[in-house]
């Protein structure tokens, strides 16, 4: 195991194994749409997620990404600037966002509330991970991988200074290797 990782808290199994269930999930309660979902995934977290969910989800979908990131100020906490904007129009589409964690619900609020403005008809989000004892603004995925306890996770698109992204499970970093 990485010097830096305290234990394995998902395994690459279990992770492809909640994937297959989301996406069959996803397919029986989209089927019956007038269109199949637009997955925007959020960079660069999600990638590895977004890579296993779509292989489980049997629809002609397409995906699209964003990438965000917070002010630093505390007085703008919560606010978010767009790095990387979508390709393409959302406008009357049904929105699937993908992420890789919900901690205080602060990104997924804000990207939410993005997208109904830029005319989206719905938007649902899944997200592999969710820390809720850690939330802070009223908000909650409607498909989830896991829930898990407020530990700084690695692995599986989740980074530490960039690094880590590409282990095939999400591992507890230790702390002496981020205080
Ligand atoms: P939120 O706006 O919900 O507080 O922030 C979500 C973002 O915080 C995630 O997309 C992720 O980039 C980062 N984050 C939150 N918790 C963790 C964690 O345990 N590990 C890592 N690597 N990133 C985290």
Redesign the pocket.
């Known amino acids: 195991m990485h010097p830096c990782l305290e234990k394995i808290l998902l395994n690459e199994d279990e992770i492809v194994a909640r994937c297959k269930e989301l996406g069959q999930q996803i397919t029986q309660e989209y089927k019956n749409n007038e269109q199949p979902p637009l997955l925007v995934a959020?960079l660069k977290?999600?990638v590895p997620f977004l890579a296993e969910l779509i292989k489980h989800i049997d629809l002609d979908i397409q995906f699209d990404f964003m990438d965000v990131s917070?002010y630093e100020g505390t007085e703008s906490i919560?606010d978010?600037k767009i790095i990387k904007d979508l390709d393409c129009s959302v406008k009357n589409l049904d929105i699937l966002l993908v992420?890789?964690?919900?901690?205080?619900?602060?990104?997924?609020?804000?990207v939410k509330a993005m997208l109904k403005n830029k005319g989206a008809k719905t938007v649902r989000v899944v997200t592999l991970?969710d820390?809720p004892d850690?939330?802070?603004v009223d908000i909650e995925a409607d498909y989830t991988g896991f829930e898990?306890p407020n530990?700084?996770?690695?692995g599986f698109g989740?980074?530490?200074n960039q690094k880590?992204r590409n282990f095939p499970f999400v591992g507890v970093?230790k702390e002496e290797c981020y205080k």
Do not use: A, C, M
């Not at 992420?99 to 804000?110: F, S, Y």
């Not at 530990?151 to 690695?154: D, G, L, P, S, T």
């Open positions: 959020l977290g999600s917070s919560g978010i992420e890789d964690i919900v901690d205080t619900g602060r990104t997924l609020k804000t991970l820390k850690r939330r802070v898990i530990e700084f996770v690695v989740l980074d530490f880590y970093l």
